[in-house]
């Protein structure tokens, strides 16, 4: 019966890994092709000041327009493209989305706004984004303050000293870099240690259970004082309930991001919604 019931399980194993390979080859195949046909799109979710819940900028969050499948999110393609090499245009393309957007908002009384992007392994660890970031900083003439620039943990330690000199590099330009999904990486603290930063965004995995588990409100409430402690300001992701809100502005957490106060939406959206008399959440 065990053998049968492993050749089952064997079968079974097999069939779901063939969807899965033909997925992932159907998405690599269409990827390449995906970025001349304009396929991507650049969405935006709110940050804001948990003080006041005013806006203050955005996080651009990348999304696929696959002409079979709708739109895929990053989570299903960003690692594709990583392994295949994609990654490195694509990324040089989500840079200058942001740039242009930035430029667009500053010439529509929207200066004030800050952009956060996310840089993939490769893109830190390739030699072109100084030199691209550079082109467009001059090229549109904006205020490096007004991006930001994000990095998994993850992704910085796969080469500390490489990491440790672009972080440097792009501080020197007067951009702002962020630590993405803090906490869930091994080496949170030794990160803190190595490498010049502006903010770090706590993962949303602490924020999901800050109600309902006594650790991960003792997690979060103690890595907001240890940023603080450093000079280094914090975003919460993932606030999803009024409670969540209240307990990070409680402990003086900055900023948040979250579908409470809205999901990531296209850029003409956003701009609608600062357009739009602030609406009071909770
Ligand atoms: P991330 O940078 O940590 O982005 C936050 C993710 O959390 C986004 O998922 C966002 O939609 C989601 N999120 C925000 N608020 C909430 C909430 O309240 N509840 C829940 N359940 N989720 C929330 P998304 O857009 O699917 O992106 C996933 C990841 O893909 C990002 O995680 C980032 O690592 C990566 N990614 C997205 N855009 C880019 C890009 O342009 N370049 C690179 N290299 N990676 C990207
Ligand atoms: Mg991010
Ligand atoms: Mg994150
Ligand atoms: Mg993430």
Same mark, same amino acid.
């Given at each position: 019966?065990?053998?049968?019931q492993?050749?089952?399980?064997?079968?079974?194993?097999?069939?779901?890994?063939?969807?899965?390979?033909?997925?992932?080859?159907?998405?690599?195949?269409?990827? #390449?092709?995906?970025?001349?046909q304009?396929?991507?799109?650049?969405?935006?979710?709110?940050?804001?000041?948990?003080?006041?819940?005013?806006?203050?900028?955005?996080?651009?969050?990348?999304? #696929?327009?696959?002409?079979?499948?709708?739109?895929?999110?990053?989570?299903?393609?960003?690692?594709?493209?990583?392994?295949?090499?994609?990654?490195?245009?694509?990324?040089?393309?989500?840079?200058?989305?942001?740039?242009?957007?930035?430029?667009?908002?500053?010439?529509?009384?929207?200066?004030?706004?800050?952009?956060?992007?996310?840089?993939?392994?490769?893109?830190?660890?390739?030699?072109?984004?100084?030199?691209?970031?550079?082109?467009?900083l001059?090229?549109?003439?904006?205020?490096p303050?007004?991006?930001?620039?994000?990095?998994?943990?993850?992704?910085?330690?796969?080469?500390?000293?490489?990491?440790?000199?672009?972080?440097?590099?792009?501080?020197?330009?007067?951009?702002?870099?962020?630590?993405?999904?803090?906490?869930?990486?091994?080496?949170?603290?030794?990160?803190?240690?190595?490498?010049?930063?502006?903010?770090?965004?706590?993962?949303?995995?602490?924020?999901?259970?800050?109600?309902?588990?006594?650790?991960?409100?003792?997690?979060?409430?103690?890595?907001?004082?240890?940023?603080?402690?450093?000079?280094?300001?914090?975003?919460?992701?993932?606030?999803?309930?009024?409670?969540?809100?209240?307990?990070?502005?409680?402990?003086?957490?900055?900023?948040?991001?979250?579908?409470?106060?809205?999901?990531p939406?296209?850029?003409v959206?956003?701009?609608?919604?600062?357009?739009?008399?602030?609406?009071?959440?909770?």
């Amino acid at each position: 019966a065990a053998k049968s019931q492993g050749r089952g399980n064997f079968q079974f194993f097999s069939a779901a890994m063939n969807v899965a390979t033909h997925e992932r080859l159907m998405l690599e195949n269409r990827l #390449w092709l995906a970025l001349e046909q304009h396929e991507f799109e650049l969405y935006l979710q709110p940050q804001v000041r948990l003080a006041d819940q005013a806006i203050i900028g955005a996080e651009a969050l990348l999304r #696929w327009h696959h002409p079979e499948l709708g739109l895929v999110g990053p989570d299903r393609f960003i690692p594709i493209a990583e392994e295949s090499g994609l990654i490195l245009p694509l990324g040089e393309w989500v840079l200058q989305q942001a740039a242009t957007l930035l430029a667009s908002w500053r010439a529509r009384g929207l200066g004030h706004l800050r952009l956060a992007v996310n840089l993939s392994a490769r893109q830190c660890h390739g030699a072109g984004l100084l030199p691209q970031l550079d082109r467009l900083l001059a090229e549109h003439g904006l205020d490096p303050a007004l991006l930001e620039l994000e990095i998994t943990e993850s992704a910085a330690m796969q080469d500390p000293e490489r990491s440790r000199k672009l972080l440097r590099e792009l501080r020197a330009r007067g951009c702002k870099v962020a630590i993405d999904d803090f906490g869930t990486g091994y080496s949170s603290l030794s990160y803190l240690k190595l490498f010049e930063i502006d903010r770090i965004k706590i993962d949303r995995g602490f924020v999901k259970d800050i109600e309902s588990d006594p650790n991960d409100a003792v997690i979060v409430a103690a890595t907001i004082a240890l940023a603080h402690s450093l000079g280094l300001s914090v975003v919460a992701e993932g606030v999803e309930t009024a409670a969540q809100r209240d307990f990070l502005r409680a402990k003086q957490c900055e900023e948040g991001q979250g579908y409470l106060f809205a999901r990531p939406m296209p850029a003409v959206q956003f701009e609608a919604l600062l357009a739009a008399p602030a609406e009071q959440a909770g």
